[in-house]
C-alpha cells in the first residue's frame, strides 16, 4: 500500500512562461479550505451589507446575514444607519426576526429585553432582580462600518484598512453606476433571493465572465432576437478587463453597450434614456458619460457584485453557506426619477435577465451546479484553466484576467502566497475618460 | 380585543377636564406599578360610555395607561382639535408622561384628529381606526409614525392610492391597511369570517404599532443606570465615519 502524500496541496498554478493559470478544484470542495476562507477573508475584509436606500424612513430596518453573521441593517430615530449583531447580549435569541420592516424598538421573545434602533437596550422586565449597579448592555456591533456613494460595508477586523483605501480603483466602477441618477441611486424595493448547489466562488468567477455569455446564454439571445433587436456581435468584443487593485476586477464594455442585451427598448423609452445621458454629459462630461453608457460587471472582493448591463443595475451578494452550497440575493439600482414607462422596460429586462426564474440566470445556476457536481472527480482532474487572455496586450471582457485578479488575491489571504500583478498594456482611451466636476453635486465618500 | 385570560375588569374613572376648546368628560384608567407606556384615546362622546372601556381594557392588559375622551365637537377648526389633544396630552404629562412614552388613538370620527397629533406633535405613535375626513382632507407632513386601518366598504381605492402616495414622502413612517369586505365598524368584531378577521388583526396591529413605537418608561433602575453614562458628543456608539 502506498501512504497519501503529506505534500501541502497547491491550489493556484500561475505559470507565467508558459503562460498558464490554473486553480485546484480541491478548493471548491475543501471544507478546510472553507473554514480558511471564512477566517482570512470573510473575517478581516470590508462586507457589503446593504445600500442606504433600502432604509428610507427613521426605524426602517432589514435583516441580513454576513459572514455568517445575522446583522440588524437599520436607520436609527435620528436618520444615521447603524449595523448591530442579531445577538440579545442576554442569552442569545435573535432581536429581530423580520426581514424587513420599521420598528423603534426590537423586543427580544426569550426574555422580553428590548432595544431601540440605536442599540440601547431601554427596558428589562422585572430587572430589580439584577441590582442597581448592573451594567446594562446594548446590541453588540461589528467594529467597523462605513460607506461609499450608498454601499454600506462592515468589517469584523478592528484594524481593517480605511474603506476608500480597500475599494481602490473600483471607487471609479461604483462612481460610473452612481453618477447615473442626478439624485442619487435609489434600491428597489424586494429582493430576487436563491440558492446555487455550487461553491460560491463559481458565482464570483461567472459574474464578469463574458466568454461564457454566447454559449450558456444563447436562449436568451435567441428571444432578445426573435423580440426584434438586432444584436451587434462585434459589440460583444468591445470590452476590456480589467484589475482593480485588492482582488477587485471589472470587464467593461465600450460606449452604448450597457443596453446591448435587453429586450429593445420602446422609442420613447429610448428617447428618455438618451436625454438622461445627453442631460448628464454637461454634468460629467462626454468622456465619463460614455464610459458610463458601457456595460460593465464589477465584483468587488470578495463577494460584492456589481452589474451594469441589460439596461439594469444589480448589485448581487454571494453568501458561503457550505463548500458546495451558496445563497445569492440581487436587488436592482434604479434612477428614481426616471419615467414610468422606461421604469417598466427596465424593470422587465431586469427581470428577464436576472431573476431567479428569467431566461439568464437559471443557465448560470445550471453550469455551476453541473461544475460542483464534477468536482468529485477533482482527484483525477484536479485543475481548472483560467488562462484565456494571458498572452493579449490588453485582455478583453470575455478574457479571464478578472477572475486570475481575484483568484490571486484570494491565494495570498487563504494561503500566504503572494503572486505577481499581470503585466498588460493599459486601456484605450474610450475606457479612461475622466470625470469632470462641471455642475455643483452632493457625491462624497 | 378577546383574552383567553380573565382579568378583573377596571372601572375607568370619570371626570371632566377643560381644554382651551370647552370642558370635556374624560375617562381614565390609572395602572400601578411600572406601566409601559400611555395610550390617549379618541373616540365619540357616546364611545366614552360604550366602545372605550372595553378598550381602555384591553390597552391595560398590555400595560398601557389610558385616558380616552371626545376631543371636540362639530364646528371645530384643526388648529382647535391639535389645541384639545394638547390639552389633553398635560392630563398624561400631569401623570410624568413623556411625549414620546405616549401613542394617540383615534376611532371613527377623531381618527381624523389622530392624523392631525401625528402631523402637529412628536409622539411615540399614532393609530386611526376607520377614520372618516381622512381621505378627503389635507394631509399633514407626519411627525409621528403612523397607522390607518380603514373597511374596505365605502373605501374608494383610489383615494386610498393618493394618501399612501402623499405619506411616501413623509418623514415619518406609516402604513396603511385596508380590510377586504369590511365595513367601517370592522373593529368591533363580526360573527362573519371576514369581520371577524379585520376586528382580529387590526387589534394585533394597534398593539404592535404601539409597542414597537412608544419609548417604554425607564424603570428606577434604569433611569440610576443612564445617569451614572458619561455624555457623549453624539449618542450613537461608533459606527462608520462616512454617512
Known sequence: MTQPSSRPVRYIDDDRDLPRFRVNRAAMVDPDVFAREQERIFDKVWLYVGHETELTKPNDFKTRTVAGRPLIFARDRRGVVQVWVNSCPHRGAMICREPAGNARFMTCFYHGWSFDTSGRLVSVPGDTAYGPDFVRPGLAAPPQVDSYRGFVFVSFNPDVEPLADYLAEATEFIDLVCDQSESGMQVLEGTHEYSVKANWKLLVENSYDGYHAVSTHQRYFEMVMASGAELDATALGDSIGVALGNGHAASVGGPNTGGMFGRPLSAAAQAERQGRFESLRGRHGAAWVDRMTGARNLVIFPNLVIIDLVMGVVIRKIDPVRPDYMEVTAWELVPPEEGAELRKQRLDNFLTFWGPGGLASPDDVEALETCQRSFAAHRELPWSDVSRGMVSAVPLGSDELQMRTWWRRWNELVNDEVLPPEPHDPPGDRFRGERLELQDQGTSV | ?243
Open chain 2, 1 to 243: 380585543m378577546e383574552s383567553d385570560v380573565s382579568l378583573p375588569r377596571i372601572e375607568p374613572l370619570r371626570s371632566t377636564r377643560d381644554l382651551p376648546t370647552g370642558t370635556v368628560e374624560v375617562a381614565e384608567i390609572r395602572l400601578s406599578g411600572l406601566p409601559r407606556g400611555a395610550v390617549l384615546v379618541l373616540c365619540s362622546a357616546a364611545g366614552l360610555d360604550t366602545h372605550a372601556p372595553e378598550l381602555m381594557n384591553a390597552l391595560a392588559e398590555h400595560g398601557y395607561e389610558t385616558l380616552a375622551a371626545a376631543p371636540g365637537g362639530p364646528g371645530l377648526t384643526e388648529p382647535e382639535l391639535v389645541a384639545a389633544i394638547d390639552g389633553l396630552l398635560v392630563v398624561l404629562t400631569e401623570r410624568g408622561w413623556q411625549r414620546e412614552q405616549v401613542g394617540v388613538i383615534g376611532y371613527g370620527e377623531a381618527g381624523r384628529a389622530a392624523l392631525l397629533a401625528a402631523g402637529a406633535m412628536r409622539l411615540g405613535a399614532a393609530v386611526s381606526v376607520s377614520p372618516s375626513g381622512v381621505l378627503d382632507g389635507p394631509v399633514p407632513t407626519l411627525r409621528t409614525p403612523w397607522l390607518g386601518l380603514f373597511g374596505e366598504l365605502g373605501t374608494p381605492p383610489e383615494a386610498v392610492a393618493t394618501l399612501r402616495r402623499l405619506l411616501a414622502d413623509a418623514p415619518e413612517f406609516s402604513r396603511l391597511v385596508v380590510y377586504p369586505g369590511a365595513d367601517a365598524d370592522f373593529f368591533r368584531g363580526a360573527a362573519d369570517a371576514l369581520g371577524h378577521a379585520a376586528s382580529f388583526d387590526s387589534w394585533q396591529r394597534v398593539v404592535e404599532w404601539l409597542n414597537v413605537r412608544v419609548v417604554p418608561r425607564p424603570s428606577p433602575y434604569a433611569e440610576l443606570w443612564a445617569s451614572r453614562q458619561e455624555p457623549k458628543p453624539s449618542d450613537h456608539p461608533r459606527q462608520g465615519s462616512a454617512r
